[in-house]
């Protein structure tokens, strides 16, 4: 128990370094309205690649989140229900920052998640959506770029209306 303890405190220290401090100098900035959402792949919990620059003409809900985050793990129900809602119409990728696969998918299994989840065990992701924290969920519209930024969670409902009016408004904008 104490090991795990010390392996999350690692990872958690390890994300803020990676996504927050190390753009101290000037060069962090969060992604902001507007810009183009820089391209990725990621490997999913399905075995399927993901590539976002195939998602073109498609609105995607991208999350950042780690099992060892409350909020993101309080919010996670509002993922899976904009899954269940929207279907193929909206891409909805959860991807996890620094941890192992195992405790990745240990966690989707057991919480009887179905969306994708991606895998970024060395931020590598992470690193091109700089944040002040997790979670961080942008809205991508379907010319690729950037129409809503989240940064944070509050209740699952909540979260789950925030980001239901920021996909109408990106399926009917983009």
């Known amino acids: 128990m104490r090991k795990n303890w010390k392996k999350r405190a690692l990872c958690a220290v390890l ?8 753009g101290c100098g000037g060069s962090y900035q969060e992604l902001s309205k507007g810009v183009d959402a820089p391209d990725f792949t990621a490997e999913l919990n399905s075995h399927e690649s993901f590539i976002l620059s195939e998602q073109q003409g498609r609105v995607v809900l ?7 985050c409350s909020p993101c793990v309080e919010e996670m129900p509002a993922l899976q229900q904009i899954y269940d809602e929207y279907g193929k119409q909206v891409e909805v990728i959860a991807v996890n920052c620094a941890e192992d696969k195992k405790v990745v998918d240990r ?6 998640y ?8 060395t931020n590598e992701i992470a690193e091109k959506y700089p944040s002040a924290g997790i979670p961080y969920t942008l809205v991508i519209g379907k010319d690729g770029r ?9 209740s699952s409902d909540v979260q789950y209306k925030a980001f239901r009016r920021a996909i109408k408004e990106a399926v009917e904008n983009s």
């Open 114 to 121: 179905t969306f994708p989840v991606a895998y970024d065990e």
């Open 62 to 68: 991208l999350n950042f989140w780690a099992t060892w």
């Open 15 to 22: 994300f803020i370094l990676c996504t927050g401090l190390l």
């Open 107 to 112: 966690f989707i299994e057991e919480k009887g």
């Open 146 to 154: 950037v129409t809503e930024v989240f940064t944070g969670a509050q």
